[in-house]
């Protein structure tokens, strides 16, 4: 079956610093995955996603993802933290119609 | 841009009353999803609907039951509402673009049942 597993559940990190968000999968074929973001009481909105392709791609807000088949991973990065990034980010995989969601990665900046 | 809306984004409620949560898309999507979101255990799937009247059970359908009587609103209904489905509840819409499904996300209902 497939899953998606997300290893920190708090990251906190300086504003200007490096980021980096780990996403495992578990799933035999190529994935569907994608990163949302969620900003304190609001709706998860795309940042990114994955279908095939090359394995880096580029989203919204200056965030990237890269695909790795041999470590089953999906990591979100962005070079430079800016404050407003502070929110809660979640992996996900999808199948026919539904999706599967990690538990989440609450990102805490740090002026 | 799609848009997906629900008619409250806080909502109390007591104990055994019954609950209507709406959601509407405005996008022509076929696909329509529940999720509830509590700290610590993501996001979890109450019920989707893949066309009008046709309704599916996700992961935690127990306590719930939904309505979808139009292609652009999907209803989620608490017959009696107890304090446990105190939580977070996100809709959902989505599309297949080709090569998989991506979801849109309301902004969310956030209801306390006392």
């Known amino acids: 079956a497939q899953s998606v597993t997300q290893p920190d559940i708090h990251i906190t990190v300086s504003e200007g610093a490096s980021l980096e968000l780990r996403c495992n999968y578990s799933?035999?074929?190529?994935?569907?995955l994608f990163w949302y973001v969620q900003s304190p009481g609001q709706g998860l909105q795309l940042l990114l996603k994955?279908?095939?392709?090359?394995?880096l791609v580029q989203g919204i807000k200056g965030f990237e993802a890269e695909f790795k088949r041999s470590q089953s991973s999906f990591n979100l990065r962005k070079p430079s933290v800016h404050w407003s990034d502070a929110a809660e980010y979640f992996c996900?995989?999808?199948?026919?119609?539904?999706?599967?969601f990690g538990t989440g990665t609450r990102l805490k900046v740090l002026a | 841009d799609v848009k997906v809306t629900q008619s409250s984004r806080y909502l109390v409620k007591r104990t055994g009353e019954k609950v209507f949560l709406e959601c509407v898309q405005d996008?022509?999507?076929?696909?329509m999803f529940w999720y509830r979101q509590d700290p610590g255990l993501g996001l979890r799937l109450i019920y989707f609907?893949?066309?009008?009247?046709?309704?599916e059970k996700g992961d935690i359908p127990e306590g719930y039951s939904v309505s979808r009587e139009k292609k652009e609103r999907f209803s989620l209904i608490l017959e009696s509402a107890s304090t446990n489905q105190t939580s977070m509840y996100l809709c959902?819409?989505?599309?297949?673009?080709?090569?998989?499904?991506?979801?849109?996300f309301g902004p969310g209902t956030r209801l306390t049942v006392t």
């Open positions: 996900a995989t999808s199948g026919t119609y539904k999706y599967i």
């Open positions: 799933y035999g074929a190529t994935p569907y």
């Open positions: 994955y279908f095939s392709g090359d394995t």
């Open positions: 996008m022509d999507h076929e696909n």
């Open positions: 609907s893949y066309d009008v009247k046709m309704k």
């Open positions: 959902a819409s989505s599309f297949y673009s080709g090569a998989s499904y991506e979801q849109y």
